[in-house]
């Protein structure tokens, strides 16, 4: 009777060690190794966005064109702060409406700045992350990346040359726990990338600067030189500037 107890307590220690490991092995697959936020190493002001003047939208659609020859003329803060106004700003605080459309209103969308040096005038080289709800750049990464940046996206010569470059992410995930139809949640994304891309350009024209809109690059070292979280991936690249007459 002895021996079957210490039988029975031995089965219930075995299944009681598997249940644990069963539950913990999806959290440390998920943490292994990954960053699972970004380091903010400095917090830079924007200037308040501009609304009125400027080019018509009309305008702006007929001259769209993708650009791949840049100058070395920097950009100034105005003109960062407008283009990623454009790209993911708030454009209604009481609801958090942004400028792009988002399904569902889930917003999964990332937008990051790679500056070069001088390559935006009272800004220092680094990789920022926009925070679009109080307008600020947070800089993740120190010192001039547009030649990595260049190199992860399969060497287009034009990413290195333009004294900036906005990397748009997307959070899949955050878009299936809204839409569990992974094709459909899938394609929101995508769809909204695409319209982060047209504002993109289209502010770029407004200001008579160019960009070209960029999607072959090499994931892995893309993830690694942005620092992104692990819930983030990489869909295009804006390398922005002034184009070459």
Do not use: C
Not at 9 to 25: D, E, P, Q, T
Not at 95 to 106: E, K, Q, W
Not at 121 to 147: F, M, W
């Amino acid at each position: 009777m002895q021996r079957k107890s210490k039988y029975v307590l031995g089965i219930i220690v075995l299944l009681s060690i598997f249940l644990v490991v069963y539950l913990a092995y999806p959290l440390l697959l998920k943490t292994g190794g990954e960053n699972q936020s970004r380091v903010v190493l400095g917090t830079y002001n924007l200037p308040a966005v501009q609304i009125s003047g400027g080019m018509s939208v009309d305008q702006a659609i007929q001259s769209r064109r993708s650009v791949r020859s840049f100058s070395s003329t920097p950009l100034t803060l105005q003109d960062v702060s407008q283009i990623l106004w454009a790209a993911q700003g708030i454009t209604d605080s009481e609801r958090s409406y942004r400028s792009t459309p988002s399904a569902g209103h889930v917003f999964p969308m990332e937008v990051y700045l790679v500056a070069s040096d001088s390559g935006v005038r009272d800004l220092e080289a680094g990789i920022y992350h926009y925070n679009p709800y109080n307008n600020t750049l947070e800089k993740i990464v120190e010192g001039d990346q547009t030649s990595n940046l260049s190199m992860a996206a399969h060497g287009q010569k034009w990413v290195d040359q333009a004294p900036v470059s906005l990397v748009v992410t997307g959070n899949y995930q955050k878009m299936k726990d809204k839409y569990p139809d992974k094709n459909l949640s899938t394609r929101f994304v995508d769809i909204e990338a695409g319209h982060i891309g047209e504002n993109i350009y289209l502010e770029a024209v407004s200001r008579g600067l160019g960009t070209v809109a960029i999607g072959s690059f090499y994931d892995d070292q893309m993830i690694s030189l942005l620092k992104l979280p692990s819930n983030e991936t990489p869909i295009y690249i804006f390398p922005v500037g002034y184009q070459v007459s």
